[in-house]
C-alpha cells in the first residue's frame, strides 16, 4: 500500500494552494505532520469597510449608518468519518458559520440557519470544540453579508437586504462585489477605487447575481441573463428571457449554472389577517401570496439560452437567503432519492386552508410536483435542526 506520507513537498505544496475553502485546506492539514508542514495556512479575511451604496435619494438605510462591513459565511455539510451505529442516524447536518479567524485557536465560530439569518441556540449536550478528525466537513458555498456599522465604527443590528457575492483577485485585499441596487439595478464596488457604480440597465429588475467559472452573472425577473464586465462595467446579453414564473434564482451543480423559476399564486382570502383594525379598516378579504411550483433551466452559452432540465439526477437544491447550494442526495441523506428543491417562501398548509400563509422552509418534490413544508417531513427536518446525535453525543467531541 502506498505511503501517502512521503508525497514530496513540493507537490503537497501545489495541491494545498488549490483548496480554495480554509476548511478544505484544514483538513488536509490534518492528515500528518508531513502534509500539515507542507501547507500554509490560509491567512485569515482581513475587514473591509465599504461606502454606502447610493440609494437614489430614497433613505432606506439606518439614519447612524456611515459604510458597510464586509463578512463571509460557509454553508457546510458535516459528517461522521466513521458510519454511525444506528442507521436512522446516517444522515448528513446543514449548517452555515460566521468565521471569526480560522487560522487563531480556538477557531471561533458563530451557527447560522443554512437558509436565513436566523441564529440557533445550542442544545446543552453540544460540545463546545470539536475534534475535526472525527468530521467530514464540505463546504457547500459562501455568501456574503454587507453589516452597516456607525461612526464610532460598532455595527448597526442592520443588513443590507440584497445578495451580495464577491471575486477576490490577487489577494485578500483586492476584490470586486456586485450586488442588486434597491432600484432593481446591477450594483459593482471595486476595492481599489472603493466606490460604487448602479449599471444603468434595466430592462426588468433583476432577482439574483452570481459568480460562476470566474464570472459575475445577472438575472433578471424575466430571465434576461447577462455577465458583468467590471473592468469597463458593462453587461454583455448570454441568454435570452425564460417568461413564466414569478422570481429567478441561478445556482452552480456539478459544474454547470441552473436558473431556478419560482411559480407564486396571489390568492384573496376571507377573514382577519391578524394586524388590527388600526391598520386595515376594511380587511373582509386580503392577498395570500404562496409558493405553487418551480422549474429549472440549464445554462447553453453557445446557443445563448436556458434549456429546461426534466431530472435533477439524485441533485437536492438549496434556495436560502443569501445563497443558493447544491448537495447530492447519497452524501446528504442516503435514504432519499434527491431531485427536489429547498426554499423559504409561503407554503401551502392544507390543515388550515383558510389560514394566512406565513414564510416558512418548504420542499418541492421535482417528480411528483408536491409541495410540503419541512417540518412536517421529519427525514428532511433532520438536516437542519437540531444537531444531529452524533455530533452531540461525546463520541465525536474533543478539542481542536
Avoid at 439606518?62 to 461522521?80: E, H, M, T, W, Y
Avoid at 451557527?111 to 440557533?120: I, K, Q, T
Avoid at 446543552?124 to 456599522?149: A, C, Q, T, V
Avoid at 464596488?189 to 464570472?215: C, E, H, L, Q
Wanted: hydrophobic content about 40%; overall charge negative.
Amino acid at each position: 500500500m502506498f505511503d501517502w506520507a512521503t508525497l514530496p513537498k513540493d507537490l503537497l505544496n501545489l495541491i494545498s494552494k488549490s483548496l480554495e475553502s480554509s476548511f478544505d485546506l484544514l483538513q488536509f492539514r490534518s492528515v500528518c505532520s508531513s502534509w500539515r508542514s507542507s501547507a500554509e495556512p490560509k491567512p485569515p479575511l482581513p475587514t473591509h469597510h465599504l461606502p454606502i451604496l447610493p440609494d437614489n435619494g430614497t433613505s432606506l438605510f439606518p439614519d447612524s449608518a456611515v459604510g458597510f462591513r464586509l463578512s463571509q459565511r460557509s454553508i457546510l455539510l458535516v459528517k461522521p468519518h466513521k458510519p454511525p451505529i444506528n442507521e436512522s442516524d446516517l444522515f448528513g447536518w446543514l449548517v452555515k458559520i460566521e468565521e471569526e479567524d480560522l487560522n487563531a485557536p480556538p477557531r471561533k465560530v458563530t451557527l447560522l440557519d443554512p437558509m436565513s439569518e436566523a441564529r440557533r441556540s445550542l442544545p446543552e449536550r453540544f460540545p463546545r470544540s470539536l475534534d475535526m478528525s472525527n468530521l467530514e466537513i464540505r463546504e457547500l458555498g459562501r455568501e456574503f453579508k454587507l453589516h452597516y456599522f456607525n461612526t464610532v465604527g460598532d455595527i448597526v443590528n442592520s443588513l443590507y437586504l440584497e445578495k451580495a457575492v464577491v471575486r477576490y483577485l490577487d489577494s485578500c485585499s483586492k476584490f470586486v462585489l456586485l450586488t442588486i441596487h434597491v432600484s432593481g439595478k446591477l450594483a459593482v464596488f471595486t476595492s481599489w477605487d472603493r466606490a460604487w457604480t448602479v449599471i444603468n440597465d434595466m430592462p426588468s429588475p433583476y432577482d439574483d447575481v452570481i459568480v460562476f467559472k470566474g464570472r459575475f452573472f445577472g438575472v433578471d425577473n424575466n430571465g434576461r441573463t447577462v455577465v458583468v464586465d467590471f473592468a469597463d462595467l458593462k453587461l454583455e446579453l448570454v441568454a435570452s428571457p425564460v417568461y413564466g414564473g414569478d422570481k429567478k434564482f441561478l445556482i452552480e451543480s456539478c459544474g454547470k449554472m441552473l436558473m431556478v423559476d419560482m411559480y407564486l399564486s396571489m390568492e384573496e382570502v376571507d377573514g382577519d389577517p391578524g394586524f388590527g383594525e388600526e391598520v386595515f379598516e376594511h380587511h373582509a378579504v386580503f392577498m395570500n401570496e404562496r409558493t405553487v411550483k418551480f422549474k429549472v433551466f440549464k445554462f447553453v452559452e453557445r446557443e445563448k439560452s436556458w434549456v429546461e432540465v426534466k431530472d435533477l439526477g439524485g441533485k437536492m437544491l438549496f434556495l436560502g437567503d443569501d445563497c443558493n447550494f447544491t448537495a447530492s442526495a447519497s452524501d446528504l441523506l442516503p435514504s432519499c432519492g434527491g431531485s427536489s428543491v429547498f426554499f423559504n417562501g409561503n407554503v401551502f398548509n392544507e390543515d388550515n386552508l383558510e389560514a394566512m400563509q406565513d414564510r416558512d422552509l418548504g420542499v418541492f418534490d421535482f417528480r411528483s410536483g408536491k409541495i410540503e413544508l419541512v417540518h412536517k417531513l421529519p427525514e428532511y427536518a433532520k438536516l437542519f435542526w437540531p444537531p444531529p446525535p452524533w455530533i452531540t453525543s461525546h463520541e465525536v467531541s474533543g478539542n481542536t
